[in-house]
């Protein structure tokens, strides 16, 4: 029986880069002689096992056949003959499909070191179109290693096509889709992964309403949305920013909100989305074109679009869906500055004491009244503070 470390553990230490996580390879072992060794069997569909102490996993060597639809499609044979060489076969890019020994000698019959010099992503084998999970993440490993000059082989690339043509994308369940998506928000370069998405034909399987951010016509790269979510990476912003500034269709949005909110919300269902990500694109959606057109020195206008942004009672929310929109119109070269007055005026008006209007025994419609007029107040203050003239329609006046 011998182990190898295989896997993104050894394409990461060669790269220079931390090792998040280990895999291992067993060669010429069975499952008997595993759990004789202590190890916790955990696999389903084929023999792995848990280190007794590092609890890191360690599979089987094994080959597979495609015998369904999908990327759970296949069988696997784990005797006793299988090879490493064998066993890398099945492995989507040649990056991947090294392995090293206990003694540290390296095992690459598929030349993913050369691959590693070349900074190419090239498919190990034909077999890589058996599996439509290898389309999302050849795209996300081209996010992630776009800063260090990695780009997808021509050939690979005609095979993601060939993929994205079959229909086969159609059984990735959406759980899926999202794992690989919101991995590859978090690289330094999540826009690559939509544009790789997009130039095999698979954008529109996964993401039908973000076509038009990835369509020659808008020059890509100066597409607001994908512009807005790389600053956003740039400017080291959450996954959850990022994921409201790049899956915003700008067009649609300023077109029609309405039918823009509409068709997001489909998606968002058809892909399971978790409700954080779901809510605030939505939020974004809905209020872009309001914060494109509020005035920052009209209290009332101001006060109007808190309301209907839910910020008093909502306030963390609402500072994650101005910051997304500033970053939208920062890459469409819009008018900025709405964002930070909304800010600046929603702090101010966190400052009313609700707790002492309501000690009057106001209730009602007075009391909604007077904790309006106490906002409005506020927030000329804060305008005053800030030198900014104050319009007639100013509270008070």
């Known amino acids: 029986m011998k182990i190898y470390l295989v896997g993104g553990a050894v394409r990461d ?12 390879l067993v060669v010429g072992g069975t499952p008997e002689q595993m759990v004789l060794q202590g190890y916790t069997p955990v696999g389903k569909g084929f023999p792995v096992f848990l280190h007794p102490q590092t609890k890191e996993e360690y599979a089987l060597a094994r080959t597979e056949r495609k015998t369904g639809i999908g990327y759970g499609g296949f069988t696997f044979y784990t005797g006793v003959d299988v090879t490493a060489a064998e066993d890398l076969c099945r492995r989507d890019l040649t990056i991947n499909a090294i392995a090293k020994d206990e003694t ?3 095992t690459d019959p598929y030349n993913g070191l050369a691959d590693l010099k070349k900074k190419i992503l090239r498919h190990v084998s034909p077999a890589f179109t058996e599996d ?15 800063h260090k000059g990695f780009s997808v082989a021509p050939e690979t690339m005609e095979l993601m096509k060939k993929i ?9 369940p ?16 999540p826009e690559i992964y939509f544009e790789i998405l997009y130039q095999c034909g698979a954008l529109i399987y996964f993401f039908p309403t973000l076509r038009e951010n990835y369509q020659p016509a808008d020059n890509n790269m100066c597409c607001p ?3 807005a979510m790389m600053m956003a990476a740039e400017e080291g ?18 077109a029609d909100s309405v039918a823009c909110y509409q068709q997001i919300s489909a998606m968002v269902k058809q892909l399971k989305i978790p409700s954080k990500y779901a809510e605030v694109l939505l939020a974004v959606v809905q209020h872009l074109p309001d914060l494109i057109a509020v005035e920052k020195t009209d209290t009332e206008t101001l006060l109007r679009c808190l309301e209907r942004m839910d910020a008093f009672r909502r306030y963390e929310r609402f500072l994650v869906i101005t910051t997304a929109c500033d970053y939208l119109l920062r890459a469409a070269k819009k008018q900025r500055g709405q964002q930070g007055w909304l800010k600046e005026a929603a702090s101010a008006c966190q400052k009313v004491n609700v707790g002492k209007i309501v000690a009057k025994g106001l209730r009602g419609r007075q009391l909604a009244d007077e904790i309006r007029t106490a906002r409005l107040k506020k927030i000329e203050k804060c305008l005053h503070a800030a030198g900014t003239p104050c319009p007639d329609n100013r509270a008070g006046q």
């Open 104 to 106: 540290g000698r390296i």
């Open 13 to 24: 230490e060669l790269l220079g880069l931390p090792v998040r996580e280990r895999d291992w």
């Open 225 to 227: 949305a994908s512009t």
């Open 132 to 146: 439509p999970l290898r389309v999302l993440r050849v795209a996300r490993f081209a996010a992630r290693f776009f």
């Open 164 to 172: 994205s043509q079959t229909g086969e994308l159609d059984s990735l």
């Open 174 to 189: 959406g759980e899926r889709v999202w794992q690989e998506t919101i991995t590859a928000l978090n690289t330094n370069n």
């Open 237 to 254: 912003q959450n996954s959850l920013i990022r994921f409201a500034c790049g899956f915003t269709p700008w067009k649609s949005c300023l």
